[in-house]
């Protein structure tokens, strides 16, 4: 699933020159438009005013599921002020730090030890599973 939310993010974007390489089944299977699909995403910056539980209600809504430690896409975790979350799109998890409302940082992680790897100063989080029902809630 999180392969075929990647391909059609990608799809998604404006002037996109993707080119997927499907099965007949895959092709088959009703999906968003693009604008649609643009819609059910969620934007985070460094430094922009979001407020944290309204973050994490955000991620409910875009069909994330609250785990104890992230390990797969769909999911996210909560360690104090601190957000994990593996994006639809992405192919390495987010930590975005907080401080109050701020976001204060956002970086990357690796899955096996945790550890930051590489600063971000934005990314978008689609939702969903890009159906048009969706089998995650929007």
């Known amino acids: 699933q999180a392969q075929r939310l990647f391909a059609l993010h990608q799809l998604a974007q404006p002037n996109s020159t993707s080119v997927i390489v499907s099965t007949l089944q895959g092709m088959m299977q009703n999906t968003l438009a693009p604008e649609q699909f643009r819609q059910h995403v969620l934007g985070i910056q460094v430094g922009m005013e979001k407020d944290f539980e309204g973050f994490i ?34 192919l390495l998890p987010h930590r975005v730090e907080f401080f109050g409302d701020t976001v204060q940082s956002l970086r990357t992680f690796h899955l096996q030890d945790q550890r930051s790897l590489l600063q971000a100063q934005k990314e978008k989080a689609p939702g969903g ?8 809630s929007w």
């Open 57 to 90: 209600a955000e991620l409910k809504s875009l069909g994330y599921r609250e785990v104890v430690v992230v390990e797969e896409a769909g999911t996210f975790a909560l360690h104090g002020g601190t957000i994990d979350f593996f994006a639809l799109n992405h």
């Open 129 to 136: 599973d890009g159906t048009p029902q969706g089998s995650l």
